[in-house]
């Protein structure tokens, strides 16, 4: 991937500064998701992990709403049409997009606004920061079409967010979560305005971009699969990340910065 001429069909894209801006782009029906994006999200996202010029990512919406999750009309109608090989491949590929969301060693910020259902909420999930507004709305409401909330990763990483008592309630019912709640869960790292959120959503990922991004994406590594391991085996892990990072000239650029009393430039090697 070029970050500079990458140019996907089913959403937008821009690039400045080491942070990339992916928006997902059909106001007049709030951001639906449909075969094509999920697969062009996926490959975006597996792209990303050799990407070197792309330090961070902010993922957001047009119109004022984030996405209403996977089309009526263009993903749940020929759904019901479909058989079982056919929907276990449509269901692995979803997955795949969280995997490669989580795989990609960029951190990954959601700017949230208005609605983030279904599909919407699990990438909301997927990230690693979530900005909201006050205007937010969020559920995981598969069990309102007939589903099992085990959509996406949602049982696995809901409840390592938020907790398992509150996942559960809302992969059960389907309700949406308002933005205080999201908020006060920790779901959402922060309430921000509207007219604010995408500026702070990029200032947050520019920060990010700017620090030792190698480092971040052996955090971002870490935060991924110590969630299988014991406290014995991922302070071992740890161990060794952390040697690796202290090899790296950025480590290296830290201490003389800090010696000399000033700001470390980091360069991401």
């Known amino acids: 991937m070029n970050p500079e001429t990458f140019a996907p069909e089913h959403f937008l894209w821009s690039f400045a500064d080491g942070v990339a801006t992916v928006t997902l782009n059909r106001p007049d029906r709030k951001n639906p998701l449909t075969f094509e994006s999920y697969a062009e999200l996926r490959d ?32 749940i109608g020929p759904l019901t049409e479909m058989a079982m090989p056919e929907l276990l491949e449509f269901t692995r590929m979803t997955g795949d997009l969280v995997k490669a969301m989580r795989g990609c060693p960029q951190p990954i910020v959601a700017a949230l606004d208005g609605i983030c259902v279904g599909a919407g909420a699990i990438m909301a999930m997927a990230s690693d920061i979530r900005l909201a507004t006050p205007a937010t709305k969020t559920a995981f409401l ?11 990763g949602a049982c696995a990483v809901l409840p390592r967010i938020i907790g398992q008592g509150r996942a559960s309630e809302l992969l059960f019912t389907g309700r949406v979560m308002s933005a205080e709640e999201g908020e006060r869960w920790g779901f959402h790292n922060r309430l921000v305005e ?37 406290i014995d085996t991922a302070i071992e892990m740890e161990a060794q990340a952390q040697a690796i990072c202290m090899a790296t000239k950025d480590f290296r650029r830290a201490f003389e910065a800090f010696a000399a009393k000033k700001t470390p430039v980091f360069e991401g090697d």
Request: with cysteine.
């Open 142 to 152: 598969f069990t309102r079409v007939g589903l099992a909330g085990c959509d996406m």
């Open 44 to 75: 975006m996202f597996r792209a990303l992990v050799y990407a070197d010029e792309v330090k961070a990512v902010v993922v957001t919406g047009a119109g004022g709403n984030f996405s209403s999750g996977g089309d009526v009309h263009e993903i």
């Open 194 to 230: 509207a007219d604010a959120l995408l500026d702070e959503a990029t200032a947050l990922a520019r920060s990010l971009a700017d620090g030792p991004t190698f480092a971040h994406g052996i955090t971002k590594t870490q935060l991924q699969h110590e969630w299988n391991v014991g």
